[in-house]
């Protein structure tokens, strides 16, 4: 989306969030998408621990949907099926029953795909926030609810920011002897975030708050493949970063080979996501902000979110 100025972009989103036309624009972007990249924008590299698998399916031009399979009872949910037809293919392609469909989110690059996969599998239930509009919702969440699947265990965590109500799901790997698993839609990406469309940056420092309170080993997979241009991001700020010049130049290495880059950790993610170092003052230098004499400490770290989340908008957009 052009951002040809606050009114313009506000009124590009509205028609985008909330109108037909957005609909339209997604079909659009999966008939273009699916034209360009057959076979997916990055080869997924499925991750397996004991009785559950985890697939990426790359999806439009940088999406992605996950198929969360209970290999003992080979039922599964999907995480955001923006394209009904890719997540139809691995679905047949495991042989599994698809029992839910977590939905993060209402934008249609997430939420696309919920009302083929409804009308394919009767018995799948449509999980969200009921105050965000999800297409086909059938099972409106409220925060730290729990949705199981088979053998799996989905905690949902209301994360507002990006959109009203954003939900991101963490999968309990303690029955499989693995880490948790947070699959995180828009709210956190590898070195990023969301943008803030339908919240102020205190909103989205709280949700960025619980994301950054799972356990360190949570395996983070996010909604986008966005890691090389938010890690080239963070590098303009955080020059002197270890963990940060060491994660780019392995990113930089898997996108030559148009690997996917996911998942990361939360453990990581701390050590080098900008948006996740609003307490750092190695950050606080590079933007050049320092706490006012009468402002509180989260109150500043809202501050330097948005100073973040400001030139990242501008970087994208050049
Ligand atoms: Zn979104």
Redesign the pocket.
């Known amino acids: 989306m052009a951002l040809a100025g606050p009114l313009a972009f506000r009124i590009g989103y509205s028609l985008y969030a909330r109108t037909r036309l957005g609909y339209l624009f997604y079909k659009r972007q999966v008939k273009k998408a699916r034209e360009r990249y057959p076979h997916g924008h990055s080869v997924p590299q499925p991750l397996m621990f004991r009785g559950v698998k985890i697939l990426p399916i790359p999806v439009l031009s940088n999406n992605y949907s996950y198929l969360v399979i209970d290999t003992c009872s080979n039922t599964a949910a999907v995480v955001d099926p923006s394209d009904p037809l890719a997540v139809q293919a691995a679905i047949e392609q495991e042989g599994v029953t698809l029992q839910a469909i977590l939905c993060t ?1 209402k ?1 249609w ?2 939420s696309g795909g919920n009302s083929a996969l409804r009308q394919r599998h009767g018995s799948c239930k449509v999980y969200g926030s009921a105050c965000d509009a999800v297409a086909e919702l059938t099972n409106p969440l409220a925060d730290q609810e729990i949705v199981t699947v088979g053998q799996l265990c989905f905690k949902a965590l209301l994360t507002p920011g ?2 009203v109500g954003h939900m991101a799901y963490v999968l309990d790997g303690k029955p499989f002897e693995g880490p948790a698993c947070f699959f995180s ?2 709210l956190l990406f590898l070195s990023g975030c ?1 943008r803030i469309f339908e919240g102020t940056s205190e909103t989205m420092l709280a949700s960025l708050d619980a994301a950054a309170e799972l356990a360190e080993d949570t395996l983070l997979w996010p ?1 986008h493949e966005y890691a090389l241009e938010c890690l080239m991001f963070a590098s303009l700020l955080e020059q002197e970063n270890p963990a940060l010049a060491q994660k780019l130049q392995w990113v930089t290495q898997q996108r030559v080979e148009k690997r996917s880059t996911c998942p990361s950790t939360i453990g990581e993610e701390k050590e080098y996501n900008p948006f996740l170092r609003t307490h750092c003052r190695e950050l606080h230098r590079a933007l050049g902000l320092q706490p006012l004499s009468d402002e509180d400490w989260d109150s500043f770290r809202a501050r330097v979110l948005r100073e973040v989340r400001r030139r990242k908008d501008l970087y994208k957009a050049n």
Do not use: E, V
């Open positions: 989110h934008h690059d997430h990006h959109t839609g828009d969301g909604g």
